[in-house]
C-alpha cells in the first residue's frame, strides 16, 4: 500500500473509530501526550535540521496538549543539541503544558562535555537513568537506550572503553546498527526490565514501554542489542507498545501483537510540528497526530 494511501485510510479510521467510540460510550483506559526529538540548539540551519525553530514548535506544541487536559506527557529523548545551556531554555516551555513531563534521554542529550554529562540527567528531572512509573492501572518502563554508548561517559572511563569494544564488535559482525549515534542496554538492566514486567504480568497489568532508540525494524537506527530486549518483551504478555523517537522519519512494526512505534520528530520543516495524544483502550491505541504526526488507530491483541 502507497505511504499516502496508508496515511489516509489511517486518518479516516481514527475518525470512524471516534465517531464509534462517541455513540457507544467507549472511553480511553489512559490518555496522554507525547512528543520526541526536540533537539533545541542556539545554531543556524544545518540541511533540514532548523535547531532554533524548535522553540515556537514546542510552545504550540504544549498550549495544544494543556488544552486536552492530560494528566502526563512523554519525551522520548534529544532534548537539546550540543549545548549543555540549552536544558535552560527547553525545560522552562513544558511548564506551559500544566501538567507533568516524564523525560528519558537520547544520544544528542550527551553531547556536552565531560565534566557536563553526569548532570544531565538531573537537569532533565529524572528520577534515574530508568525507571519506571504507573497511571490509571497502567505501567510505563522508561529505558535507558543509551546505557552503552560511545557518547554517555567520559572519554576513557571503564563504561566508555567496554562500550567502544561493544562496537568494535559490532562492526566486525556487520550490524546495520554498529553507530556511534546508537546505543545499548547493559545486562544489569535488561535484568531489571525482565524483574519488572514479570511483576506487572503477575499483577495482570498493561505495560508501555518506552526508550529513545528503536528495537524495530532493524534499519540501522536500532538499539545495539535489540535483539535481546525484543526477547525479553517476547515473553511477557503484559507488554502492549513500544515507543520511542531518535529515526526523525518515524516508522510503525507490529511483532507478535506488540506494535513498535517510531514517533517523528519535531526538529525538521520550519513551521511544520510533531506530537500526539495518545488514548490507550482496551483493544487498542488512538493516536491523535498533529502535523507531521498523522492520526490512525492500532489494533492491540494483547489485551
Known amino acids: 500500500m502507497k505511504r499516502r494511501n496508508f496515511i489516509g485510510l489511517s486518518t479516516v479510521a481514527a475518525s470512524l473509530s471516534k465517531l464509534r467510540a462517541a455513540e457507544n460510550g467507549d472511553k480511553p483506559l489512559l490518555s496522554f501526550g507525547l512528543l520526541t526529538d526536540v533537539q533545541y540548539a542556539d545554531i543556524d540551519p544545518e540541511g533540514e535540521r532548523?535547531?532554533?525553530e524548535s522553540i515556537p514548535k514546542l510552545k504550540a506544541a504544549a498550549a495544544w496538549l494543556a488544552g486536552k487536559k492530560l494528566p502526563f506527557t512523554l519525551h522520548l529523548g534529544d532534548l537539546i543539541d550540543r549545548d549543555f545551556k540549552s536544558f535552560?531554555?527547553?525545560?522552562?516551555?513544558?511548564?506551559?503544558?500544566?501538567?507533568?513531563?516524564?523525560?528519558?534521554?537520547?544520544?544528542?542529550?550527551?553531547?556536552?562535555?565531560?565534566?557536563?554529562?553526569g548532570g544531565v540527567v538531573r537537569v532533565a528531572g529524572m528520577p534515574g537513568e530508568y525507571y519506571q512509573f504507573s497511571h490509571s492501572g497502567v505501567r510505563f518502563v522508561m529505558l535507558d537506550t543509551s546505557d552503552l554508548s560511545t557518547y554517555k561517559y567520559p572519554s576513557g572511563s571503564p563504561r566508555d572503553l567496554e562500550s567502544e569494544a561493544r562496537l568494535k564488535e559490532l562492526v566486525a559482525e556487520k550490524s546495520n546498527g554498529a553507530q556511534r549515534w546508537n546505543g545499548g542496554i547493559s545486562e544489569a538492566q535488561l535484568k531489571w526490565l525482565d524483574d519488572e514486567l514479570t511483576a506487572a504480568d503477575a499483577a495482570k497489568q498493561r505495560v508501555i514501554l518506552c526508550g529513545h532508540h528503536p528495537l524495530l525494524p532493524g534499519a540501522?537506527?536500532?538499539?545495539?542489542?535489540?535483539?535481546?530486549?525484543?526477547?525479553?518483551?517476547?515473553?511477557?504478555?503484559?507488554?502492549?507498545?513500544?515507543?520511542?523517537?531518535?529515526?526523525?522519519?518515524?516508522?510503525?512494526?507490529i511483532r507478535q501483537g506488540v506494535p513498535y512505534i517510531t514517533f517523528k520528530s519535531i526538529?525538521?520543516?520550519?513551521?511544520?510540528?510533531?506530537?500526539?495524544?495518545?488514548?490507550l483502550f482496551a483493544d487498542?491505541?488512538?493516536?491523535?497526530?498533529?502535523?507531521?504526526?498523522?492520526?490512525?488507530?492500532?489494533?492491540?491483541?494483547?489485551?
Request: hydrophobic share 35%; aromatic share 8%; no cysteine.
Open 220 to 253: 540501522g537506527h536500532q538499539a545495539w542489542n535489540s535483539g535481546d530486549v525484543v526477547a525479553v518483551i517476547d515473553r511477557h504478555p503484559a507488554v502492549v507498545a513500544y515507543f520511542n523517537g531518535h529515526n526523525h522519519a518515524g516508522a510503525e512494526v
Open 88 to 117: 535552560a531554555t527547553v525545560m522552562p516551555l513544558f511548564d506551559g503544558l500544566g501538567h507533568p513531563v516524564r523525560h528519558l534521554l537520547g544520544n544528542h542529550d550527551y553531547s556536552v562535555t565531560d565534566g557536563e554529562k
Open 284 to 303: 487498542r491505541l488512538e493516536i491523535e497526530g498533529n502535523g507531521r504526526e498523522q492520526s490512525r488507530v492500532i489494533p492491540l491483541s494483547r489485551v
Open 267 to 279: 526538529l525538521h520543516e520550519p513551521e511544520v510540528n510533531a506530537y500526539s495524544a495518545i488514548h
Open 50 to 52: 532548523h535547531f532554533r
